[in-house]
Structures are given as C-alpha cells and as structure tokens.
C-alpha cells in the first residue's frame, strides 16, 4: 500500500526502525542504569534518584520477589500507587525478575480493583499503604498471596522519611485504617533481598511485560498484552521521531500524567530512560500552585500532558513567570488538544503544543505532528517509522484520500491481544495484523490524519477512558432506576465529563441520589457530573438504546451555548 505520510517526514527521521536490536525490555533498562549510573533518573518531592541507585534497589526488591514471594516467571505483580521513587523501582524490578506488571489505578474502588486482581490472577501486588483499606475489602477473593506496602515518603533520607511518613499518617490523616495479614514493608523487602543472589531469567522478546488495562465493551476492563518487542518499539520510535531534540544524559521531562497511565509509562519513563534524561515526578498535579512551585525548580526541556493539565496551570498564578528558555518539547495526549489551549500555551512559552495519538493497545504511540512544526494545525501528524495507518469503511475497506474511515493501525507497537479475551482480541484485529482503532478520522495527501469522532461510545475524561456500560451497570444497580444511558457530554476543562440519562422506577429518584450511589462504586472521574430525567429512551426497532442520538443532543446542546 501507499505511504504518503513518508513525504512529509521531517529531515533525519528514518522510515523504520528495529524493534529486534534490543532484545527486551530489560536489556533496554539494564543498558541505561549501566552507561548513565551516575546521572540523576528520577527526582520526587525534592529527593533524587540516580540511575546506579535505580539499578540496585530494584535488584534487591527483584529478588525478594523471587525468593521470598515464591513466584515464577509469568506471574502477574500488580502496583498501585501515584508518582513515587517507588514506582520505577517497582517496574524495573517486577521486569527483571521476569514477571509481568499490571498497572493498577490507585483510586480505584473496591470492586473496580476486584475485577482487575481476578482478571489478571495477580499473585503479588506493591500497594501505597493509603490505599491498603481498598485492598484489603476485597483480597480473600482474589490469588493475591504477597503484599508489599509502602510509605509516601520511603525513599526519603531518614529525617525527610520519618517526618513525611508521620505528617501523612497522623496529622494530615491521608491513611485509613487497615488490617490485612502477612504484609512486608517496601523497605524490609528490599533488606531481605539484598543478601539473596536475583537469579537471571530469560526473558524472550515475545513474552507479556504489561498487562495494561482498557475499558471493554461489557463494561468491564480488559487487559492489553504488551509484550517486550511492543513497548521496545514504541520507545525506539518515539526516540527516532524526536532524533535531534533530545540529548542523552541532558534532558529533563516533566512528569505529571501518573505512570500507571500507559502514555506516562512509555513516553516519560521508558523513553527517557533510554536517553539517560531525568525524569521529575509529580505526585499530585492537582495541587496547581504546588505543581507551578515545582516547575520553577528545573530548567525542564520536555513536559508532557492532557489538555486539561495543560489548561489548569496556564489559569495557575505564577505559571506565566517561569523561565522557558529550556523548554523545548511540549506534547498533548490522552485526549483532544484544543486549539485555544494550544495557542496559549505556544503564546505563554514560545513552543509549540504538539499532538500525538495512540492507545493502549498500541504501547501507546502511533502518531506524532512532527518536532519542527510551527503552529498547532489540530491533526495528529503522521505515523511514527515502522507504522502503517489505513483509513477503512465499516466493510474493512479503503476510502479515498480525505473521506472518513475507521483509523486501523499496523506496527510492532500493537499488542498481541487481549488477556484471556479471544472474541474481543478477534473483534479488534483485521488481517496481516491490522488494528482497528475505533476513531474515526481523516487523511490528507500529506499523510497527515485528522480526528474526527469516535466510532465506539467511549467517553474521554482527561485522557481516561470511560466505557457507557461500566457506568450503566452501576447506576442501572439503584432501585429507583428503570433505565439508563451513559454519555460524553462536553466539558471545557476536561474535554468530555459523564452524563446519564434515566428513566425512574421511583418517582421521589434525584440526580444527587444517583451520584452518591456512583461514589461507592466508581473512580471519580467516572462518577456523572450530570444526570438527565427522561419518561423514555430513544431506541431501536429491536429495543437497543440510542446513545449516539442522545451524545449528539449533548454536542448540539453544547455548540450552541
């Protein structure tokens, strides 16, 4: 097929890369702690860690892991926690044991973490301690048989340590109550290991190294199988693509978006990794006039985010005052980049907001606008080397240039499918290895591709994904509902928030009533931030809810606003 992207790449950037010249993840990781040992890797709330220290903590947990924790190569170790020094040490060593990672949202509620601890068969899971009461309400029922906890402040020196782990804990009182059995301290674990020897595995290029999980069509997540060949790619990609903006050993990428999200985890931790950069954790990029604080600590060359993150700190005080002089790379994901966001920001810092696009199933990188470019031109900008993109009707056939089509995508980023999900694998997988993305978009001569709707009914909060049928099956579970639909309605600071439309069985049912019963069932940004009264529900013949008719409403509604 044609490949008109390949005309516009910029100057330098080859066609294609070879996922196969490193052999692993791990190898990728142990050659970075090797030749960059002494430069800083990670920094957090003002305490760093270098890339030698990386190398030996995440060694000593490696090998509690596998001698302590009984476990073999292939089992599944969850982590759930925010942006900690723990986080990196935790993946660096789940990998090298030769287990696979499965990233856990730490806001979860009980039953969403259920179903990803049984769905995965999680064996061990490295959880922050404020998040052990969660953890602990649903853990009889799962495979879980180790659990590692940790403190905010662990990697601290010993003051700093003592002093944050106190205040968190019993003056600020971020930590309820817990009980659960048999738990290690993150700290003991790494002492115990140390006196053991981590034994070498071999790891193949074809082995799962992320459990990565996206919402799926019966409302419950599904895990993604990315493999080491898939997330080597997509750094050696993402690497290629900014061939000459980067400088190994040099750059400083901020990192707000959480590493459990798969765009943080590649692009900001394991790209940068690779080029020995130095990446500078924020915890909780909520707290604006924290996060501004942080920023005018570091002349930082790369930051990457959401529109909203974006949006949040230009209306932040101080903001304006930073020096960008270092800044370089500015790059949107998850979501949308509006095109006011994206002018501000390149009048605010003198560079451009460049947009990419993938998704989890792709490891996540697919496109990317081009590194030079000028202004923000809101398309997603071509495939990165070694990917194909075919714009295809609802038959799985090609359009013309510039007609809308379902994006499908061909690389060595896109997973091996979904875990223990054949059907679902089989649904999203055409022939040759095509992926069909679900977005709809559009391609120009230039082989540059526009967005232009999506074809499934997910909603995109801030980046995350929210699936209609998880929120229905939530609030379809109060017994004042008769019916419901889940929707996008769209949202200036998040892009799209929920909106549920409902048909009462109880007529005294109120919009607060069914928001407090999501409360308990529901991440928060899940939870419907509006909620609609109706006596009925647009259908089809066959009984089927309309929400595309009752999304469009929400965009007719909105637009005319």
Not at 44 to 53: C, F, I, K, S, W
Not at 124 to 131: G, K, P, Q, T
Not at 312 to 321: D, K, P, Q
Not at 508 to 518: F, G, K
């Given at each position: 097929?044609?490949?008109?992207?390949?005309?516009?790449?910029?100057?330098?950037?080859?066609?294609?890369?070879?996922?196969?010249?490193?052999?692993?993840?791990?190898?990728?990781?142990?050659?970075?702690?090797?030749?960059?040992?002494?430069?800083?890797?990670?920094?957090?709330?003002?305490?760093?860690?270098?890339?030698?220290?990386?190398?030996?903590?995440?060694?000593?947990?490696?090998?509690?892991?596998?001698?302590?924790?009984?476990?073999?190569?292939?089992?599944?170790?969850?982590?759930?926690?925010?942006?900690?020094?723990?986080?990196?040490?935790?993946?660096?060593?789940?990998?090298?044991?030769?287990?696979?990672?499965?990233?856990?949202?730490?806001?979860?509620?009980?039953?969403?973490?259920?179903?990803?601890?049984?769905?995965?068969?999680?064996?061990?899971?490295?959880?922050?301690?404020?998040?052990?009461?969660?953890?602990?309400?649903?853990?009889?029922?799962?495979?879980?048989?180790?659990?590692?906890?940790?403190?905010?402040?662990?990697?601290?020196?010993?003051?700093?340590?003592?002093?944050?782990?106190?205040?968190?804990?019993?003056?600020?009182?971020?930590?309820?109550?817990?009980?659960?059995?048999?738990?290690?301290?993150?700290?003991?674990?790494?002492?115990?290991?140390?006196?053991?020897?981590?034994?070498?595995?071999?790891?193949?290029?074809?082995?799962?190294?992320?459990?990565?999980?996206?919402?799926g069509t019966t409302g419950k997540a599904k895990g993604a199988m990315l493999t080491h060949r898939n997330m080597v790619a997509n750094v050696l990609q993402s690497s290629a693509w900014m061939r000459g903006s980067i400088t190994p050993g040099r750059d400083i990428v901020i990192t707000a978006l959480p590493l459990y999200h798969i765009f943080s985890l590649t692009v900001n931790m394991l790209l940068f990794m690779r080029i020995g950069g130095h990446n500078v954790l924020i915890t909780n990029p909520r707290d604006m006039p924290g996060f501004v604080r942080e920023l005018g600590r570091y002349h930082f060359s790369m930051i990457t985010g959401v529109n909203t993150l974006f949006n949040g700190l230009m209306n932040t005080e101080g903001f304006e005052r930073l020096d960008f002089s270092h800044l370089r790379i500015s790059v949107g994901g998850g979501m949308a980049?509006?095109?006011?966001?994206?002018?501000?920001?390149?009048?605010?810092?003198?560079?451009?907001?460049?947009?990419?696009?993938?998704?989890?199933?792709?490891?996540?990188?697919?496109?990317?606008?081009?590194?030079?470019?000028?202004?923000?031109?809101?398309?997603?900008?071509?495939?990165?080397?070694?990917?194909?993109?075919?714009?295809?009707?609802?038959?799985?056939?090609?359009?013309?240039?510039?007609?809308?089509?379902?994006?499908?995508?061909?690389?060595?980023?896109?997973?091996?499918?979904?875990?223990?999900?054949?059907?679902?694998?089989?649904?999203?997988?055409?022939?040759?290895?095509?992926?069909?993305?679900?977005?709809?978009?559009?391609?120009?001569?230039?082989?540059?591709?526009?967005?232009?709707?999506?074809?499934?009914?997910?909603?995109?909060?801030?980046?995350?994904?929210?699936?209609?049928?998880?929120?229905?099956?939530?609030?379809?579970?109060?017994?004042?509902?008769?019916?419901?639909?889940?929707?996008?309605?769209?949202?200036?600071?998040?892009?799209?928030?929920?909106?549920?439309?409902?048909?009462?069985?109880?007529?005294?049912?109120?919009?607060?009533?069914?928001?407090?019963?999501?409360?308990?069932?529901?991440?928060?940004?899940?939870?419907?931030?509006?909620?609609?009264?109706?006596?009925?529900?647009?259908?089809?013949?066959?009984?089927?809810?309309?929400?595309?008719?009752?999304?469009?409403?929400?965009?007719?509604?909105?637009?005319?606003?």
């Amino acid at each position: 097929m044609e490949k008109p992207w390949l005309q516009s790449y910029p100057e330098g950037v080859p066609e294609t890369i070879d996922p196969d010249s490193i052999p692993s993840l791990n190898a990728l990781l142990d050659e970075a702690c090797s030749e960059y040992r002494d430069l800083p890797a990670f920094t957090n709330m003002g305490h760093t860690l270098t890339y030698g220290e990386l190398d030996q903590k995440s060694r000593y947990l490696a090998s509690f892991l596998q001698h302590h924790a009984k476990l073999s190569k292939g089992d599944r170790v969850a982590v759930m926690m925010p942006n900690l020094l723990q986080y990196p040490i935790a993946i660096h060593a789940i990998l090298r044991a030769g287990f696979v990672v499965v990233n856990v949202n730490p806001l979860y509620t009980p039953r969403e973490l259920e179903h990803q601890l049984r769905d995965s068969g999680a064996r061990a899971i490295i959880i922050l301690e404020n998040f052990c009461t969660v953890l602990q309400q649903v853990i009889a029922k799962t495979e879980v048989g180790t659990v590692i906890t940790t403190q905010i402040g662990d990697m601290f020196g010993a003051p700093k340590r003592l002093l944050t782990n106190l205040v968190v804990k019993h003056v600020k009182k971020m930590v309820p109550d817990w009980q659960i059995d048999g738990t290690v301290t993150f700290r003991r674990a790494q002492s115990q290991g140390k006196w053991q020897a981590l034994e070498e595995v071999a790891v193949a290029s074809s082995d799962i190294a992320f459990l990565q999980y996206t919402g799926g069509t019966t409302g419950k997540a599904k895990g993604a199988m990315l493999t080491h060949r898939n997330m080597v790619a997509n750094v050696l990609q993402s690497s290629a693509w900014m061939r000459g903006s980067i400088t190994p050993g040099r750059d400083i990428v901020i990192t707000a978006l959480p590493l459990y999200h798969i765009f943080s985890l590649t692009v900001n931790m394991l790209l940068f990794m690779r080029i020995g950069g130095h990446n500078v954790l924020i915890t909780n990029p909520r707290d604006m006039p924290g996060f501004v604080r942080e920023l005018g600590r570091y002349h930082f060359s790369m930051i990457t985010g959401v529109n909203t993150l974006f949006n949040g700190l230009m209306n932040t005080e101080g903001f304006e005052r930073l020096d960008f002089s270092h800044l370089r790379i500015s790059v949107g994901g998850g979501m949308a980049v509006q095109r006011a966001v994206a002018e501000r920001w390149q009048q605010l810092t003198g560079c451009v907001l460049l947009q990419g696009y993938g998704l989890t199933e792709t490891s996540p990188s697919a496109s990317m606008v081009p590194l030079d470019a000028k202004d923000f031109d809101g398309s997603i900008g071509l495939p990165l080397p070694s990917t194909e993109f075919s714009i295809r009707d609802d038959d799985g056939k090609l359009v013309a240039t510039g007609e809308p089509g379902e994006i499908c995508i061909r690389g060595p980023q896109v997973m091996l499918g979904y875990w223990n999900r054949p059907e679902e694998t089989a649904a999203v997988m055409l022939e040759d290895g095509w992926f069909r993305s679900g977005d709809i978009g559009r391609m120009d001569e230039a082989g540059r591709t526009t967005i232009e709707d999506r074809k499934k009914d997910m909603i995109l909060v801030s980046g995350f994904n929210v699936y209609p049928n998880e929120i229905e099956d939530v609030v379809q579970g109060h017994p004042g509902v008769l019916e419901c639909a889940a929707v996008a309605k769209p949202d200036e600071h998040s892009g799209e928030v929920v909106k549920v439309f409902v048909v009462r069985k109880d007529a005294a049912l109120s919009a607060e009533d069914i928001i407090e019963h999501c409360r308990g069932e529901l991440t928060g940004y899940k939870i419907p931030r509006d909620v609609e009264f109706r006596d009925e529900l647009p259908k089809t013949n066959v009984g089927k809810i309309l929400r595309r008719q009752l999304r469009d409403e929400e965009k007719k509604r909105a637009s005319a606003q």
